[in-house]
């Protein structure tokens, strides 16, 4: 599994870089997970976009969708045979109802009871704490390695489980270790002591705040994973699990 960043910041796009947008490679098949703004942009610097197999989105805030509309464009525009799978949750109907675009892209419900296939991968997905309905995916391809994203989400005793000995954990780290309290995203002492407890081998702290130094969120947060090394999303950063 090879997972390319496209986009890290939080809310919105900055300097040239885009909102959440991660395209993962395994097993032959190319997928994105979340879509936000500024990401099609990205992935045309890798691949064509109408060469995706599917799309998976966390949850329906626009910085993880900004462009689905337009890449539902891209793909009417290029006349392809094949609809795009986009898969969502259907906790919000209305949200839901525009993955689907006629000759362009089909939504498809994936839910937390059962797992979703998408090719040889297996995605798991749980519930998490936010101001709408989001999902965390835990995603297993068939040697066994696991990719865990929280999406976003507020820290809750769930995510140390869902994210349990996963090879790479990308975390939603919004905020530095001096924000605290009820908030929606987890700060640095969380998304680091998350990874130690799960005893993931990788953290990836992503979702970043424009407004903070990126190195210092590293440091916050590789003081609280204890020995799991952690790096700092980046636009461009591979990592090959
Ligand atoms: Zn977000
Ligand atoms: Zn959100």
């Known amino acids: 599994m090879l997972v390319t960043v496209l986009g890290f910041y939080g809310g919105y796009p900055h300097d040239g870089i885009g909102t959440s947008g991660y395209l993962l ?8 997970i979340d879509c936000g703004s500024g990401v099609l942009n990205a992935l045309s610097k890798y691949m064509k ?4 197999d599917a799309v998976v989105l ?21 006349k392809k045979e094949n609809l795009l799978p986009i898969y969502g949750h259907t906790q919000d109907f209305v949200n839901y109802a525009q993955l689907t675009v006629e000759n362009a892209t089909k939504g498809i419900a994936y839910n937390d009871y059962e797992p ?14 936010h101001p709408v309905p989001a999902y965390a995916m835990r995603i297993t391809d068939k040697e066994g390695k696991v990719l865990v994203y929280t999406a976003d ?9 869902f994210a349990k000995d996963a090879d790479l ?11 605290t309290g009820r908030k929606a995203h987890l700060n640095t002492k969380e998304a680091g002591t998350l990874a130690k407890d799960a005893k993931v081998k990788r953290l990836m ?32 950063l591979e990592v090959d699990l």
């Open 116 to 129: 979703t296939e998408i090719g040889d991968l297996k995605f798991e997905f749980l519930r998490t704490v």
């Open 153 to 161: 989400t507020t820290y809750f005793d769930g995510l140390v489980d």
């Open 49 to 52: 976009p109408t060469d995706l």
């Open 58 to 78: 966390s949850h329906y805030h626009h910085d993880h969708t900004a462009d689905v509309g337009v890449l539902q464009y891209e793909w009417l525009a290029a």
């Open 169 to 179: 954990l990308i975390a939603d780290t919004n905020f530095p270790e001096n924000v």
């Open 25 to 32: 490679q395994a097993d032959g098949k190319k997928l994105l």
């Open 205 to 236: 702290i992503s979702h970043l705040p424009q407004t903070v130094d990126l190195e210092t969120m590293l440091s916050q947060s590789q003081k609280y994973a204890g020995d799991v090394p952690v790096v700092h999303a980046f636009e461009g």
